[in-house]
């Protein structure tokens, strides 16, 4: 079943400034909170590429169940796309849990899995929930070349902390004013950089290849990591947390059909499975929405 796809290609920049002044979906669906209409599951996907697989996936495995799906996809950061959610202009987002509580609460502690999808129920608005997560994790990271790491003998994040200020990051801009971020890496482990370079996260690794930063904020999935043998510093206080695929949902606007759909996904999803469907996303340059559903029929969910 293909329903509308409708790619919002608004610069990251621009997105943001919207999130602040004018409603980006306000011409298109009335500033409502009606989701799609007449019955219809909107879901969205944030900037990179992995978020446009998982809303693929998540997105036709509803359809496989006769739900009809529409599809927002590339909206941008979480800093635009949770004002959505929350007033119904979309109805399904694949996210990360550690993440979803680190935007909700800033103060809230890094835990477990379970402890974790207990403090985001407690902090989200009455209209949402977030449904059962996946064992498939995603954590940000702070991650070097392994000539970097050979050079300054960095292994860990606690290693960045007398020698950072030699050193540039790379990151999306939000990563620059988030606790899971540059905030929290300055207040976790007293490291501060010669400098933060803001850039699209398609153009972090070939930044690195090319020494215009020393480090980059990569996702722990990303397969250029393996690829490029590139080295993720550990994070001994645990700063970035649990951060398993976890639907958050518009409640009013999914039915038992579409929650059983979400969770079969949640069920079947693993890091090691998402992390090779990334690699044929991102480094053979398949189509998402073709590679999600070969793996939805493979676990026999389409």
Known sequence: MHKRIALIGLPLALMVSACGGSDPYQEESGGGGEGGGDGTVVIGSADFPESTLLAQ??????????????????????????SQIESGNLSVFPEYNGATLAYLDEDAPTGSSEETNALVEEALPDSLEILESSS????????????????????????????????VLGGPPEFETRHQGVVGLEEVYGIEFQEFRS???????????????????????????????????????NLFGAQNITPLVHSDQVDDTAREALDSVSAALTTEALTALNERVVVDNEDAADVAQEWLEEEGLA
């Open 57 to 82: 996936i998540y997105g036709r495995a509803m359809e496989a169940q006769g739900v009809d799906v529409d599809y927002q996809l590339n909206i941008g950061s979480r800093e635009v796309y949770y």
């Open 136 to 167: 498939a994790e995603n954590k940000d990271s702070v991650t070097v070349t392994s000539e970097v790491a050979e050079e300054y003998g960095l292994a860990s994040l606690t290693d960045l902390a007398d020698v950072a200020d030699e050193l």
């Open 199 to 237: 850039l699209e996260v398609a153009l972090l690794t070939q930044a690195l290849l090319d020494g215009d930063i020393q480090a980059a904020n990569l996702f722990t999935t990303d397969p250029q990591i393996a690829v490029e043998d590139f080295v993720v510093l550990e994070d001994p206080e």
